[in-house]
């Protein structure tokens, strides 16, 4: 290591396993380099500042999500108040537009367009062969992805495979929400399994064939791989870094036990109302094929995706993630927040109080995940004393407003985080009109990004 350069990075190493650790303070190698060497342990000390963007489906019933007054003397409208415990670290932005969501001529599709140009803030059109535009997540992952090992993140729940295409349009827009160009969009993955394998499990390069098969096929915890090394740096540790390493690698074991309980437990019995696709089997094992989109599974299927994304963010594997709840058009249902009933079929209320009521339970129930992930987050503290929430950027919103209307103005929308401390929360913002996009350039100069300009954008957003 030369005297100016001090790396975050730690890992765990095994037969043919690199797992990645999070910054611990007592590795830094800062005694004995001189003052240069100081001071780049130093900035080693600052973490890094991350971006995510959550994606909800069918918009929202807006009466219940919308604040009642703007600035700081604020209270959190009957939906938001599912953020409560997270008040001072939210910016609750309305009246954003996704103007490129609208028909533009081509007839039916809100779904497909609102989920397409919602990162890309460009129109996506039935005829001709798919084009769209770069997404902000992967303008970001240009410019500050090759600091990590995976550039970008894109996971979620819902894989569209079996999904009708929504008024012509290719599932192409439906489905994907990150685009690294005008013809490729960036498949997320759903499966919690392969996640885990990708962040935690992957191997090392160069490793042999002989030496894969043998940690692939002797059905160990990916921890036991790496055991030995884990307690030699241990013994390197402070007292804090101990726990914080024990806390990390405790949390890795207990995704592995529940993905393995989820893979090979009977489906449980279907809720009433609840919609059931059919899940994936191996006839030779009759064991489920990593976790369905099965609505019975949905709340087990989303904490452990959760998980894994704050893992990910602690580890300083990805700087940068989407993670769309459900697809657009989904009929997912959700008897486990009071809402037995397909999402996109409510989400068409037509005005009648019982569906709007329904709807607004489907969107808090969604909100109850998010601040799960927001507990996460908030729970990890940094080496500059924050915690991993206040260093990021969390965007939650759809690219539908109503979705009664399928109009795209008024967009349901609030910020999560403080971007180490770079932006002012703890208050509800007027965007005038101002194109969603306007935020993505924003978020991403806060994150050390820069653009200026990204789809329909007509200039950054100031979020201070």
């Not at 060497?37 to 909800?56: D, H, I, N, T």
């Not at 700081?72 to 609750?92: A, G, I, M, N």
Request: hydrophobic share 35%; glycine share 8%.
């Amino acid at each position: 290591m030369n005297t100016h350069t001090v790396s975050r990075r730690a890992v765990l190493r095994g037969l043919g396993t690199a797992m990645a650790l999070p910054f611990l303070e007592s590795l830094l190698p800062c005694r004995g380099f001189g003052a240069v060497s100081k001071a780049a342990a130093a900035q080693a000390l600052v973490a890094p500042k991350r971006l995510a963007w959550v994606y909800v489906p069918n918009g929202c019933d807006m009466a219940n999500w919308t604040p009642a007054a703007f600035g700081t003397d604020y209270e959190l409208s009957r939906t938001l108040s599912t953020l409560s415990d997270f008040k001072s670290k939210l910016l609750v932005i309305s009246n954003l537009v996704c103007d490129k969501a609208n028909q533009y001529g081509d007839g039916g599709g809100d779904h497909a367009r609102a989920y397409s140009s919602y990162l890309t803030g460009v129109h996506a059109y039935k005829a001709g062969p798919v084009k769209l535009g770069i997404s902000a997540d992967q303008l970001a992952a240009q410019q500050i992805g090759h600091f990590t090992k995976f550039p970008s993140l894109e996971i979620g729940i819902e894989d569209g495979k079996k999904a009708d295409s929504d008024n012509g349009y290719s599932k192409a827009y439906e489905h994907n929400m990150a685009w690294r160009n005008e013809t490729t969009p960036v498949t997320k993955d759903v499966d919690p399994q392969s996640v885990f394998d990708r962040l935690f499990a992957s191997g090392i390069p160069g490793e042999t064939p002989a030496a894969k098969a043998i940690r692939e096929n002797d059905n160990k915890s990916v921890l036991d791989f790496v055991m030995d090394d884990a307690k030699r740096t241990q013994n390197r540790l402070a007292a804090n870094d101990k726990q914080k390493l024990d806390e990390y690698l405790t949390s890795i074991r207990e995704i592995e036990i529940r993905l393995e309980r989820a893979k090979n437990e009977p489906p449980p019995p279907l809720p009433d109302g609840a919609v059931r696709p059919e899940t994936a089997y191996d006839s030779s094992t009759e064991k489920k094929v990593g976790i369905s989109s099965s609505s019975t599974e949905y709340p087990t299927h989303i904490q452990l995706m959760i998980d894994m994304m704050v893992l990910a963010f602690q580890a300083d594997l990805t700087r940068i993630i989407t993670f769309p709840f459900a697809d657009e058009g989904s009929n997912q249902s959700y008897p486990w927040g009071d809402a037995p009933v397909p999402h996109h079929g409510t989400s068409h209320h037509m005005g009648d109080p019982k569906k709007m009521e329904l709807l607004a339970k489907i969107n808090m129930y969604h909100l109850s995940h998010f601040a799960y992930m927001l507990k996460k987050l908030d729970s990890i503290k940094e080496g500059d004393g924050n915690s991993i929430l206040d260093n990021s950027l969390i965007g939650y919103g759809s690219g539908n407003s109503d979705g009664n209307r399928h109009n795209h103005d008024n967009l349901p929308f609030v910020l999560a985080g403080k971007g180490g401390n770079t932006i002012r929360t703890g208050r509800h913002m007027d965007a005038n009109g101002a194109p969603i996009n306007n935020v993505w350039l924003s978020m991403l100069e806060h994150a050390g990004a820069h653009s200026d300009h990204l789809g329909d954008s007509t200039g950054k957003l100031s979020l201070t």
